[in-house]
């Protein structure tokens, strides 16, 4: 494939001329364009490798690994229907002339609306998390997958139903593919309408107190996305034919693929990075701010917090319960069972608990635990309670300065697991902070 001013782009160019339609010729500008963008995306399938190879190293999980390198997936294929539908190499022969597999399939839908799809389903999956207190599995996922795989069936029933010249179309005299108006319209309104529904969840994602920036990540997205889908829908319309100008190509193409790659690096960029030079150090500190952030339940619920033990009832008094982290109870590598709690869903009431707890002998925690009644109202305390209770009854309390002290009184044939498997039946209620 040449980029140079060949004999017969020049007849090409010549032909087009004599239709009313000045064309530029496909040349080095193409050229470059075609190489920083594969360079790009060879790097980043680099990128995604990684990211799946330390798929469960926390918080890489916490952002969805395998839709995530979907995306990247996607832009990529993306980026094969562009580079045909916008002329940056010569349309000629059975392959590149089938302007239905490129323009509509790699373009569309697996490009550009699976983009849209997989990033609303990223959100919607947030929402179910932090506002609705759901784990996404089971019906939502089916749900929300069933809808995405409908509205893309209802856009290729109706590419397949209207006749070919209302679609996209090869133009045999400037060998170039061509969307009609009806088409370009169809397009652009299923892209903006996935991105309308992505902002109105992310709309109601605008307020929770995320520890890894979901709702930033999601708001800058939509805005950027919301500016991009404008310029694209301006220069379809304003300049219906500007594959024909190199200046307009190159640029669409340029922003159409480097705003997508930026925004997967602002969302990926900071886990993957200290995953790969301060992966120990950077764990520690997302546990510590999980926990100071309160979003132990969220992040259980969503199967990214390594250290839960049990599924959260969202009906439960979280500000009242406290339970052993899995790494207590099974001695995980590398966890340190005083450091780190979890919450656990509530089975009885809180009078319950209090009973429970208030009839424990001191032999079942080998002494003198890490939990005991206060004489005074019968209540058991966790030392340093107080400091680490928020004034809102929405916190969890997870003592971190705990692991500066020694499990205290424990017999020599009472192990760490078997008092936690002691410990593990009863849910704590922790008195609320006295005013």
Not at 20 to 41: M, Q
Not at 283 to 295: I, S
Not at 326 to 337: L, N, Q, W
Not at 358 to 385: V, Y
Request: with cysteine; glycine share 4%.
């Amino acid at each position: 494939m040449s980029f140079e001013l060949t004999h017969q782009e020049q007849t090409r160019v010549e032909l087009a001329l004599l239709g009313g339609i000045k064309l530029d010729p496909i040349g080095h500008g193409d050229l470059v364009v075609i190489v920083i963008l594969s360079l790009t995306y060879f790097l980043n399938f680099i990128a995604v490798g990684y990211l799946i190879w330390n798929r469960n190293y926390p918080p890489l999980k916490s952002k969805y690994p395998f839709l995530m390198s979907s995306c990247f997936l996607a832009m990529f294929i993306w980026f094969l229907g562009d580079i045909v539908l916008k002329s940056h190499i010569h349309v000629r022969g059975p392959l590149f002339s089938n302007c239905m597999l490129f323009c509509v399939w790699l373009r569309v839908v697996f490009g550009a609306f699976m983009i849209s799809a997989l990033i609303s389903i990223r959100s919607y999956a947030l929402l179910c998390i932090f506002i609705c207190n759901r784990a996404y599995r089971g019906k939502y996922v089916y749900c929300s997958s069933g809808l995405v795989i409908l509205l893309g069936l209802i856009f290729i029933i109706i590419t397949y139903t209207l006749p070919q010249s209302k679609t996209v179309h090869y133009v045999p005299l400037i060998e170039m593919c061509d969307m009609s108006y009806t088409y370009r319209a169809i397009v652009q309104g299923l892209l903006w309408f996935t991105w309308i529904i992505n902002a109105a969840i992310n709309y109601k994602l605008r307020n929770i107190n995320s520890s890894f920036n979901e709702s930033r990540e999601m708001f800058v997205a939509c805005v950027s996305v919301f500016l991009l889908l404008a310029f694209n829908t301006i220069i379809l319309y304003a300049y219906p034919l500007y594959p024909t100008q190199a200046r307009l190509r190159i640029s669409e193409t340029l922003l159409s693929h480097s705003l997508p790659n930026f925004l997967w690096w602002f969302i990926m960029f900071k886990s993957m990075y200290n995953c790969a030079f301060r992966r120990e150090k950077y764990l520690a500190e997302w546990k510590d701010k999980l926990v100071r952030d309160g979003l132990q339940k969220q992040y259980q619920i969503s199967r990214t917090d390594p250290f839960s033990v049990t599924m959260v009832s969202v009906d439960s008094n979280v500000a009242k319960l406290v339970t052993l982290p899995r790494g207590m109870v099974t001695d995980h590598d590398g966890f340190d069972a005083r450091t780190s709690f979890s919450q656990h869903s509530a089975a009885h009431s809180y009078d319950d608990d209090r009973t429970a707890a208030r009839n424990r002998s001191d032999e079942e925690t080998g002494g003198t635990g890490l939990w005991k009644p206060e004489s005074a109202n019968r209540h058991p305390r966790i030392p340093g309670a107080e400091e680490h209770l928020h004034n809102s009854s929405d916190f969890l309390f997870s003592p971190q300065h705990i692991s500066d002290r020694p499990l205290e009184n424990s017999s020599s044939t009472s192990t760490v697991n078997e008092q936690s498997a002691q410990l593990s039946q009863y849910n704590f209620p922790i008195p609320p902070k006295s005013t």
